[in-house]
């Protein structure tokens, strides 16, 4: 708590900002006083311990949460920055958590205040759900009586109480449920949803081999947002979330639908349902009770999997440990920033920016869901959960209960599935079915080759005109994005291909422009996280090593940068970084610094394609040189390992969601251009690259993304993850100037900016 107030404000009972003094060109000063406490998880707790260290300040842990804040003595323990090295990777919390009562009451919080004025704490990072910020939140309205309490009680003195005036709180938001108004993504979702389609994958097999149907039940006593994701990622056949509660007589309705998809082939069925679903009435849908439902009426082998705390343990996702390392060094800052007259704030993400969000009122706007929800108002309650719970909704309903047609129309609105470019392209017509189980499969169903229109064209436009094709969707990388902009600009050539077509980006390498991310870059940052954690482990019973690791991704240094992060790497070198032979020395010589410290291994990362000389080989014999009789040297290239395995649930929702959103798209835009009985489509407008960019899915024309592509790298010439860079930096420990740090910006709450897109 007691933090940073000194390198910039006036310890008096009316502190306040000392005229002429800038608090980011002081904070690495580390006047005396300065402190932060914080109870909370391991890449968070990490992130904030080394930034709080990193401006100056001393920090404080806090163990067992409020509990420990309760009770102090060793509960409260000062950190240095190797208190939480090699914690990153840690599931849970290393500094413990509990529920405590002491803390709802007065006397308890007097005993907290005690605690905290005897470390001269004066300003608290909480994570936690709504629940322990509210808590917060009324420790610090009650903070200048709780000292004059102590005052009367003659436990501190007056001095004392002017010096430690000002209490400032900061929130993260920690809950798996996702239920907190104000931000996209709360800290643990992502990784309570890896747990939960890993758990689905491995039933899928058991379920398709003995023709057996499973009842899934997942967290979520008031919140759906588990379910209905994990039930989006899978592909579920029935869903139950306590946000949407069934019609009356769903019993009939879920059993037709068991039943037809069992008549037409299907060898299991898949039913999620959250703990705390309920229907129209109120009275809770058990899990036990939807299995007798099903083997009664249907006579299917029916099984219940409750996954409990498993949702809520294993490693941390590489999501979550970004996440939880944003927000953690933002909520420094916060606490930096802070003057007597700024409110209790919780550090939220928007897209893929910081904000400060007023505490209390995302509190509020949290129980505005619940009281509707309490008052039966669900279709309020769902729009409350935010614009991108609702199109969740709707798009679980649209894949998993709406009737295939029977006919196809050969109409405006309706298009032929569209063909892979291979060297003589080939076209089928795909029904309903014949995509169904094709959600938890790693690669492409399809097929994919890297050739480009214009070695074909001839046959392309055969086959456009063969098949009387009026949109095309194309899904891929840089060379997909590139191939669309080849038939564009042959419309002049070809009437043919003056259709609507549209670009999925899909690539591990996430360097196609129009989109922050690609459809396949969540799964290869894990796919490389896991292996540099098996490489950190291999080298916890070795002495003075560093591990030199070669990621993919050709010039874009995506992959190399947030893994780098994730997995708390000493360095990361990519392309659009540019680093020179000085660079390196630094970096040697930071390493070997290190390995005068308790920390003996080091991992560095570079992105294949970085530097035309500074090879992996090059870097590792230059490592090893400088640093032999210190530290040896391995070199680890990761490879196509980070191209398989099932995709994450990130990658199954995104890519869901943008399929629906572009041939909603594709449909519009055929009313659009359909003239005297045909499609004809030749303006900029109608080929574009669908993606999330900040937190908008947007449409970009190929022929405008072209003015800001790097054709020669096959890069976009500006990249949003850049700015991660200085965070991977100086939570490694490197002098850099806080003034290139940029803040989140306080924003005003309503109830539309509080959601958005959350959870996207």
């Not at 930034?51 to 949460?65: D, N, T």
């Not at 509960?75 to 919390?93: D, E, F, M, R």
């Not at 899990?287 to 219940?304: A, E, H, I, P």
Request: charged content about 20%; aromatic content about 8%; some cysteine.
């Amino acid at each position: 708590p007691n933090i940073l107030e000194s390198d910039w404000a006036a310890p008096s009972a009316n502190s306040c900002r000392i005229p002429g003094r800038n608090p980011r060109r002081m904070a690495r000063s580390g006047t005396p006083g300065s402190h932060i406490a914080f109870p909370g998880m391991n890449a968070a707790v990490r992130a904030v311990t080394r930034m709080g260290i990193y401006v100056g300040a001393k920090v404080f842990l806090i163990y067992e949460g409020y509990e420990g804040l309760v009770e102090g003595g060793d509960n409260i323990k000062q950190a240095n920055w190797l208190s939480v090295s090699n914690i990153i990777q840690l599931g849970g919390t290393v500094i413990g958590s509990a529920r405590c009562k002491a803390f709802t009451t007065r006397a308890g919080r007097l005993r907290a205040a005690r605690n905290l004025v005897e470390h001269g704490i004066t300003n608290l990072c909480v994570i936690g759900g709504d629940g322990s910020l509210t808590g917060a939140d009324i420790f610090r309205s009650e903070w200048a009586g709780l000292l004059e309490e102590l005052v009367r009680e003659g436990q501190i003195s007056e001095e004392v109480a002017k010096k430690n005036c000002r209490l400032n709180i900061v929130g993260l938001v920690g809950s798996i449920d996702n239920d907190f108004c104000g931000t996209d993504m709360t800290i643990g979702t992502d990784s309570a949803l890896h747990r939960i389609m890993e758990v689905i994958d491995a039933i899928t097999t058991t379920a398709q081999s003995h023709q057996r149907t499973f009842v899934l039940e997942v967290m979520g006593r008031h919140c759906g947002y588990l379910a209905l994701v994990s039930g989006l990622a899978s592909g579920a056949d029935w869903l139950f979330i306590p946000e949407s509660p069934p019609e009356d007589g769903w019993e009939d309705l879920m059993c037709e639908r068991l039943g037809e998809t069992r008549s037409r082939g299907s060898r299991l069925n898949i039913i999620i349902i959250a703990e705390g679903a309920i229907d129209r009435s109120g009275k809770p849908i058990s899990s036990n009770y939807v299995k007798d439902l099903v083997v009664q009426r249907l006579g299917f082998d029916t099984r219940v999997t409750v996954l409990g705390h498993v949702q809520r343990g294993g490693t941390p996702s590489a999501f979550d440990r970004v996440l939880s390392s944003k927000m953690g060094m933002e909520a420094v800052m916060a606490l930096l920033e802070a003057t007597p007259d700024t409110p209790a704030c919780v550090v939220s993400l928007s897209g893929n920016q910081s904000v400060r969000l007023p505490l209390m009122e995302c509190v509020q706007v949290t129980k505005d869901v619940q009281k509707a929800m309490d008052e039966k108002r669900f279709e309020e309650a769902i729009q409350l959960r935010g614009r991108s719970f609702e199109n969740n909704w709707n798009i679980y309903k649209l894949l998993a209960h709406q009737k295939p047609a029977q006919e196809k129309v050969r109409a405006p609105s309706a298009w032929d599935t569209p063909s892979t470019c291979r060297s003589c392209p080939q076209v089928r017509e795909v029904g309903w079915h014949d995509v169904a189980g094709w959600l938890g499969r790693g690669g492409s169903m399809l097929g994919t080759k890297r050739t480009l229109p214009k070695t074909c064209m001839e046959k392309i436009v055969e086959n456009v005109r063969k098949f009387n094709i009026q949109g095309l969707l194309v899904i891929g990388g840089f060379e997909a994005y590139e191939g669309v902009l080849q038939l564009v600009e042959a419309r002049g050539q070809y009437e043919e291909l003056c259709i609507v077509m549209c670009v999925i980006p899909a690539t591990i390498s996430n360097n196609v422009p129009g989109t922050d991310f690609s459809l396949g870059s969540d799964t290869a940052v894990n796919a490389a996280m896991e292996s540099c954690d098996r490489i950190k482990q291999s080298a916890s019973g070795t002495k003075r090593r560093v591990f030199i690791v070669e990621t993919m991704g050709g010039y874009c240094g995506y992959l190399s940068t947030v893994t780098g992060i994730a997995v708390g790497a000493d360095a990361a070198y990519v392309y659009e970084d540019p680093f020179t032979i000085h660079d390196l020395k630094a970096n040697v010589e930071h390493l070997t610094d290190k390995m005068k410290t308790d920390i003996q291994r080091g991992l560095v990362l570079r992105n294949e394609k970085c530097h035309e000389h500074y090879t992996t080989e090059f870097l590792y014999n230059l490592y090893s040189s400088e640093g032999k009789g210190i530290f040896d040297c391995r070199i680890n290239v990761l490879g196509h390992l980070q191209q398989g395995g099932a995709p994450t649930p990130f990658d199954r929702n995104y890519g869901t969601k943008l399929g629906v959103k572009a041939v909603l798209w594709m449909s519009e835009k055929l009313q659009q251009v359909y003239t005297k009985g045909r499609v004809f489509a030749n303006s900029g407008d109608t080929a574009c690259v669908i993606g999330l960019r900040k937190k908008v899915v947007a449409f970009s024309p190929v022929t405008e993304l072209k003015k800001v592509t790097d054709f020669e790298h096959r890069l976009p010439q500006e990249q949003w993850w850049l700015n991660l860079r200085l965070m991977l930096k100086m939570l490694a420990n490197y002098q850099i100037s806080l003034t290139e740090y940029i803040s989140g910006q306080m924003e005003h709450v309503t109830r539309r900016t509080l959601s958005i897109e959350k959870g996207f």
